[in-house]
Structures are given as C-alpha cells and as structure tokens.
C-alpha cells in the first residue's frame, strides 16, 4: 500500500480454498483494504468440521493428529483451542471491508456450515452468493461478479 503506483484507497483482496481464508485473515488484519471476495475460505470452524464428521479431504490432518497424539480424546478442548488462533472465525469481527463472500452448498471440502461460522461473525457490510448445486469447483459467472464487485473501488 506504500508503494508510488498504488492508491492505498484502492486495494481489494480475494481468492478461493485456502486464498479466500487468507483473503479474510487479510482484512481481518489489514483494516485499509476495501473491499474482498472470498470464495469458500478456508480454514473455518475447525470443531464444526470434526462435529459434522468431514475430517477429510483439506482436513485430513485433523483426524490423523487424534490418531497419532491423543487417541484417546482426552486434550481434544486443548487441541480446538489452540487451532483457534489460526481459524478465520476468530478474525471475522475485526473486519471492516466491503464482503461479497461465495459459497457452494455441496462443498464437502470446505463445509458450507464452517463458512457460515465465518459470514455471521462479520459485522461489516457484507453479502453472501450461494450456489446451492456447486461444491468447491469453479463457480459459474463467480468471476464476473467478483470483477464487477471490484471494479467499485
């Protein structure tokens, strides 16, 4: 934002899985940048994901940690709290960009339950795209909305 070609006035932040997480521990962090768009971010209510029983895939590791280290459950609170500090819930009410934040109904990746964990903890201006028969796949006419979107910086 300091660079001379770069009107700090002006910065917007998006991508999808894992870059529309960072996009929201962006803003999160970074309270000069405008607008974002995340597309299903990534790296939500690690919990919800474990409670819903879809410790697979992008969260595999969930279930082999428990395995390797605590098969027994018995620092399982410990453990969800620690992954809190890196869990995008937790930077969501400190945003204060624009939001248009799309989502996928059928993503078994990325739940949408643990996106909207995310979404609800926002208290900025905000709006949600869904795609109710899309998972986390490229998202018909999601590129052009995300341009239009940004174009009003």
């Known amino acids: 934002m300091e660079m001379p070609?770069?009107?700090?006035?002006?910065?917007?932040?998006?991508?999808?899985s894992q870059g529309g997480g960072l996009t929201l521990a962006c803003v999160g962090l970074e309270p000069r940048i405008q607008r974002a768009?995340?597309?299903?971010?990534?790296?939500?209510?690690?919990?919800?994901?474990?409670?819903?029983d879809q410790a697979k895939d992008a969260y595999a590791e969930l279930k082999?940690?428990?395995?390797?280290?605590?098969?027994?459950?018995?620092?399982?609170?410990?453990?969800f709290t620690r992954l809190g500090y890196v869990d995008i819930?937790?930077?969501?009410?400190?945003?204060?960009?624009e939001?248009?934040?799309?989502?996928?109904?059928?993503?078994?990746?990325c739940?949408?339950?643990t996106q909207f964990a995310t979404y609800n903890k926002i208290t900025a201006k905000k709006s949600l795209?869904?795609?109710?028969?899309?998972?986390?796949?490229?998202l018909p006419g999601n590129p052009d909305e995300t341009f239009k979107y940004m174009m009003q910086l």
Request: aromatic share 12%; net charge neutral; glycine share 8%.
């Open 89 to 97: 819930q937790f930077l969501a009410p400190r945003i204060r960009s």
């Open 37 to 52: 768009s995340p597309v299903f971010p990534f790296l939500s209510d690690y919990q919800r994901t474990w409670e819903i």
């Open 129 to 138: 795209l869904i795609y109710p028969d899309f998972g986390h796949e490229g």
């Open 64 to 79: 082999e940690y428990f395995r390797r280290f605590d098969p027994r459950h018995q620092r399982k609170n410990e453990i």
């Open 111 to 113: 739940p949408p339950s």
């Open 99 to 109: 939001i248009l934040m799309s989502v996928g109904l059928m993503d078994t990746i």
């Open 5 to 16: 070609d770069v009107d700090p006035k002006r910065v917007g932040a998006m991508g999808g």
